[in-house]
């Protein structure tokens, strides 16, 4: 049986960094805040919206949620973000995706301030991350996955690393994370062939496909890190990733579960750029 790669366990240790943090912050007079932006109302980004404001609470992270109607025409979008952009008491703003089809991602990308970017929209953090650039902000889900291999002192450096999936939320960035360390990446995708083969190869194996269970044990080397990046529902309506849980973790060395792996650990990272924020925004 693999050993857990427990998302909680790596979320405790990051709070209680973050929590002093906000105390000398505190002491100076500053209070970070989060200012959270939805268009309309989607069950999953609810569930998203209910555990970062949870968090930020629990860290002393100031959070607000716009809720906003769902036929919004983009230009009334536009003029709140640039309100959150010109208030001096938000340091980071996080436009709930994907956003309603009046809106375009495209626009609103360019309008959101790079500096109170947490979630990694705007084109400036996307450059940043995609060059190895230091000093924006990386998506929260490839930097949970990277926190948890930091945790449990897994080296990416020179291992045979597959991802599966290619999406701007987590495949694509991820892989620019894991190569800036040194990995060597193949990012498999629906246009893949033959998957298992290009799967069975990795020491490190991360599952962003949203699939609910499609990494069986013919598909996992022995002795592999297998991190799940995915959240799906099975037949029974239960959360799960896209790895088959009980079947591989019979063969991999390493793995997450879900619920309590990769999306334990996302929002704990959320409050962590709303702090970098508030520090680079107050010259500290
Ligand atoms: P997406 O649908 O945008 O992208 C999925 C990617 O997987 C695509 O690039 C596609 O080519 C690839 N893919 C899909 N089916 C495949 C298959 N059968 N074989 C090979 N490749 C396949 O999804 P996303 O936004 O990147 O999210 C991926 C998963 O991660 C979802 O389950 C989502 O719910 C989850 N997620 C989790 C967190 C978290 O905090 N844990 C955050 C964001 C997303």
């Keep these: 049986m693999a050993t857990l790669l427990k998302g909680k366990e790596v979320a405790e240790s990051l709070k209680q960094k973050l929590k002093e943090e906000v105390e000398m912050l505190c002491q100076k007079g500053?209070?970070?805040s989060l200012s959270?932006?939805?268009?309309?109302?989607?069950?999953?980004?609810?569930?998203?919206?209910?555990?970062?404001?949870?968090?930020?609470?629990?860290?002393?992270i100031e959070c607000n949620v716009r809720e906003l109607p769902k036929d919004l025409v983009q230009d009334k979008f536009v003029d709140v973000i640039r309100q959150l952009?010109?208030?001096?008491?938000?340091?980071g703003i996080m436009i709930m995706?994907?956003?309603?089809?009046?809106?375009?991602?495209?626009?609103?990308?360019?309008?959101?301030?790079?500096?109170?970017?947490?979630?990694?929209?705007?084109?400036?953090?996307?450059?940043?991350?995609?060059?190895?650039?230091e000093g924006g902000f990386a998506p929260c889900t490839p930097s949970a996955v990277m926190e948890i291999l930091h945790h449990y002192g897994i080296d990416p450096k020179g291992k045979r690393t597959t991802i599966i999936g290619r999406s701007m939320?987590?495949?694509?960035?991820?892989?620019?994370?894991?190569?800036?360390?040194?990995?060597?990446?193949?990012?498999?995708?629906?246009?893949?062939?033959?998957?298992?083969?290009?799967?069975?190869?990795?020491?490190?194996?991360?599952?962003?496909?949203?699939?609910?269970?499609?990494v069986k044990r013919n598909m996992v080397k022995e002795g592999a890190v297998v991190i799940d990046v995915g959240i799906n529902f099975d037949e029974n309506g239960r959360m799960c990733g896209d790895?088959?849980?009980?079947?591989?973790?019979?063969?991999?060395?390493?793995?997450?579960?879900v619920p309590g792996g990769v999306g334990a650990v996302t929002s704990t990272i959320l409050a962590k750029h709303v702090i970098d924020a508030c520090k680079i925004?107050?010259?500290?």
Excluded: W
């Design 30 to 32: 500053i209070t970070p």
């Design 36 to 60: 959270i932006v939805i268009v309309g109302d989607r069950a999953d980004s609810a569930a998203y919206i209910k555990g970062a404001v949870k968090r930020c609470s629990e860290i002393g």
């Design 85 to 91: 952009n010109d208030d001096e008491k938000v340091n």
């Design 97 to 133: 995706r994907p956003l309603p089809g009046q809106i375009s991602e495209n626009v609103v990308k360019y309008e959101i301030f790079p500096a109170k970017d947490v979630d990694c929209m705007s084109p400036v953090n996307i450059s940043k991350v995609m060059s190895g650039e």
């Design 169 to 214: 939320v987590v495949g694509r960035p991820l892989a620019m994370m894991l190569l800036k360390e040194n990995a060597t990446i193949t990012v498999c995708h629906t246009k893949t062939l033959n998957l298992a083969e290009e799967s069975r190869r990795a020491e490190i194996l991360i599952a962003a496909a949203g699939k609910a269970k499609m």
């Design 243 to 257: 790895v088959d849980f009980d079947e591989v973790s019979q063969v991999a060395g390493m793995i997450t579960p």
């Design 281 to 284: 925004q107050n010259g500290l």
